[in-house]
């Protein structure tokens, strides 16, 4: 009998478990690997790459800036330097086409941290106090940061971002990072689900809008062979973006995920049994329908 506090128990059932986790365990190589280039410098005297996540340059050659950490130090008034200017404008392109919140699933240590909460919340049928907090407030909050920006001439947010907390204490052997992570850890496991990165984070807010008009996209492809298991919902950090390509209600893009929000994290193609999902490109599917239509016309 199927165990459903057990999301993708069928997938691995079916298919093994690295193959129902084969997204997730990119994912963390990802992030590991990311996190141990910035440290083997300080570290280990292996300068890789200098910097951290907001400014760094990879080989003394390529420079890679954070463009909501540009845009707070624009609106401060702080002058920018040519590598700052071309660093941003590479890392905005880059995730205008793999999706802006690839960052969030892809790259942030933080992510790891409000992973582990969220499988726990699932394993141990953790249902939470809630705090009716919206999606919507992130945005509220990403407004908040701009305007701090403006009105005391700093980055005022970054004093306090925990990814550039977790950056700064690491490298510098600082112990307050440990609580900065547990308070998310115990916020997203006891009081809201996804509640730090679905409902408060900025930099998901910001990266959200950048991932609008990305070209990689989740799709549905074999939405037909959908058995409403929900598992794809019951994993999904952002599971609102998942129903309309489920549903083919978006006009013009039918089985694909369109929303900034996705984070194109893969978990939905790990847990599916039926293999609904996969990586596709806003372009191919546009192409697919209107082949679809050309034969059924």
């Known amino acids: 009998m199927r165990n459903l506090n057990y999301p993708g128990y069928a997938a691995v059932q079916s298919h093994g478990l690295i193959w129902a986790y084969r997204w997730l365990i990119a994912r963390r190589l990802s992030q590991l690997g990311i996190l141990a280039a910035f440290l083997l410098g300080p570290w280990f005297g292996i300068w890789f ?20 950490l540009f845009l707070q130090s624009l609106l401060a008034s702080f002058s920018m330097t040519t590598d700052m200017i071309i ?41 939470g106090v809630g705090t009716g907090l919206s999606r919507a407030n992130r945005y509220w909050l990403l407004l908040l940061t701009l305007v701090l920006a403006v009105a005391t001439g700093t980055i005022a947010w970054e004093h306090v971002n925990p990814v550039s907390v977790v950056n700064r204490e690491i490298v ?47 799709d549905a492809v074999n939405r037909d062979k959908c058995d409403d298991c929900m598992d794809c919902f019951a994993v999904c950090p952002e599971p609102q973006v998942i129903k309309p390509a ?7 893009h039918g089985s ?13 193609l790990d847990v599916c049994n039926k293999e609904v999902f996969g990586f596709s490109n806003r372009f191919g599917n546009n192409a697919k329908q209107s082949s679809t239509m050309e034969i059924r016309s």
């Not at 996540?53 to 990879?58: E, F, P």
């Not at 999706?99 to 394993?123: K, L």
């Not at 489920?246 to 013009?252: A, N, V």
């Open 49 to 68: 790459v200098k910097g951290n996540l907001n400014s760094s340059i990879t080989l003394d050659v390529l420079p890679l800036t954070d463009p909501y």
């Open 87 to 127: 660093g941003a404008v590479i890392v905005t392109v880059f995730y205008m086409v793999v999706g802006g919140r690839v960052y969030c699933s892809w790259v942030c240590p933080i992510n790891i941290v409000t992973d582990a909460a969220s499988w726990i919340r699932t394993r141990l049928n953790i249902k």
């Open 172 to 218: 510098f052997g600082l112990s307050s990072m440990w609580l900065v992570l547990l308070a998310i850890f115990i916020f997203d496991l006891i009081i809201s689900k996804s509640g730090w990165c679905g409902r408060l984070c900025p930099v998901g807010a910001f990266y959200s809008i950048v991932g609008k008009l990305s070209v990689l996209r989740v």
């Open 246 to 252: 489920l549903k083919g209600k978006q006009s013009g």
């Open 256 to 268: 694909m995920i369109m929303s900034g929000n996705c984070t194109n994290c893969g978990r939905c």
